[in-house]
């Protein structure tokens, strides 16, 4: 299958800090990469739908803002989440679709901690 | 309202003994149904996709089927390391954003 990577892993920061989530397709190209948010012992939440060359798609109740995306490239899209609240602390996982496949194809996550 | 439901929600099973994970869905226009395990702190990992009622696929001791209202993910034997969240999440209408709909998982545990 495809590979998705994220990088970090884990981030602890300060609140009021901004931190930065990459999503690389390893071995594909992906024009579009999802942005999940998970809680624990909870299911994924889509936050964004990432379109490489455009903005992203933001789902209610997520704020534009404060998670900024950025899909530069086929193979990179960027969360950064901005001034950074304990309550902004989760596990962010991205997805990408190969193309001409249904299946999404997972990084392993990011758990972001804001003390 | 699109609606994806899992149960159970916790499932407990000794090592070897058989069992299934059900996901009914209530969709316009199914296009597909995926089936996901998650292992604590990692990201989903792909395991089916299946596109019309009657369909079946199998990979070790899993096999997914589904009907037009519901899947199952039928598990034979398992071993400890079966153990996961399992994931069910559909496409449906004529949108192609990819997007997808989720259950809220079946926490699954093998006792050895």
């Known amino acids: 299958g495809a590979v998705v990577s994220q990088h970090p892993s884990r981030v602890i920061c300060k609140s009021g800090t901004s931190v930065k989530i990459e999503c690389r397709s390893l071995?594909?190209?992906?024009?579009?990469m999802f942005w999940y948010r998970q809680f624990p012992k909870k299911s994924l939440m889509l936050m964004a739908t990432?379109?490489?060359?455009?903005?992203?798609?933001?789902e209610q109740g997520v704020e534009k803002d404060k998670f900024l995306i950025n899909h530069a490239s086929l193979t990179l899209s960027t969360l950064t989440v901005t001034s950074a609240h304990p309550e902004d602390s989760s596990f962010y996982i991205c997805?990408?679709?190969?193309?001409?496949?249904?299946?999404?194809?997972f990084g392993p996550g990011t758990r972001l901690t804001v003390t | 309202e699109d609606q994806v439901t899992q149960s159970p929600e916790a499932l407990r099973l000794q090592e070897g003994e058989s069992s299934s994970l059900n996901c009914s869905y209530t969709?316009?226009?199914?296009?597909?149904l995926f089936w996901y395990r998650q292992d604590p702190g990692k990201g989903p990992e792909f395991l089916f996709t299946l596109y019309s009622a009657g369909e079946e696929k199998e990979k070790e001791r899993l096999k997914a089927t589904l009907t037009k209202k519901e899947s199952f993910l039928h598990i034979t034997a398992p071993k400890p390391e079966d153990s996961a969240t399992y994931l069910c999440a559909v496409q449906a209408g004529e949108d192609s954003n990819y997007q997808l709909i989720w259950g809220a998982g079946t926490k699954l545990i093998i006792k050895p």
């Open positions: 997805s990408a679709p190969t193309s001409g496949s249904d299946e999404q194809y």
């Open positions: 969709v316009s226009g199914l296009r597909g």
């Open positions: 071995d594909f190209q992906a024009t579009t």
């Open positions: 990432s379109n490489e060359g455009s903005k992203a798609t933001y």
